[in-house]
Nanobody, 116 residues
Framework: QVQLVESGGGLVQAGGSLGLSCAVS????????MGWYRQAPGKQRELVAL???????NYADSVKGRFTISRDNAKNMVYLQMNSLKPEDTAVYYC??????????WGQGTQVTVSS
């Protein structure tokens, strides 16, 4: 069974930076597409960034130029570096893993709060 555990959330002032990490187990990590999603109160969960097994990345327009997704296949880890944070980035951030068959797994989420 695939397990994803996020860490690194917290409270930061607007304009600050925060880094999230996601540890993955129970899967052949290097073959998986990994993603970060977020869900703000009263809103739908949305894709923030994803990175394929080949290292190709894709970002939501709202975070382009501010967030960077990366992965370390040797450590089974995926990261999200968030810079120039805004209050509207406040949300629960979830790590998501998709294996080559399309089966997906979610982490439990980590809260990010950006104060103005």
């Amino acid at each position: 069974q695939v397990q994803l555990v996020e860490s690194g959330g917290g409270l930061v002032q607007a304009g600050g930076s925060l880094g999230l990490s996601c540890a993955v187990s129970g899967s052949i990590f290097s073959r998986n597409t990994m993603g970060w999603y977020r869900q703000a109160p009263g809103k739908q969960r949305e894709l923030v960034a994803l990175i394929t097994s080949g290292g190709n990345t894709n970002y939501a327009d709202s975070v382009k130029g501010r967030f960077t997704i990366s992965r370390d296949n040797a450590k089974n880890m995926v990261y999200l570096q968030m810079n120039s944070l805004k209050p509207e980035d406040t949300a629960v951030y979830y790590c998501y893993s998709t294996n080559p068959t399309g089966r997906g797994s979610w982490g439990q989420g980590t809260q990010v709060t950006v104060s103005s």
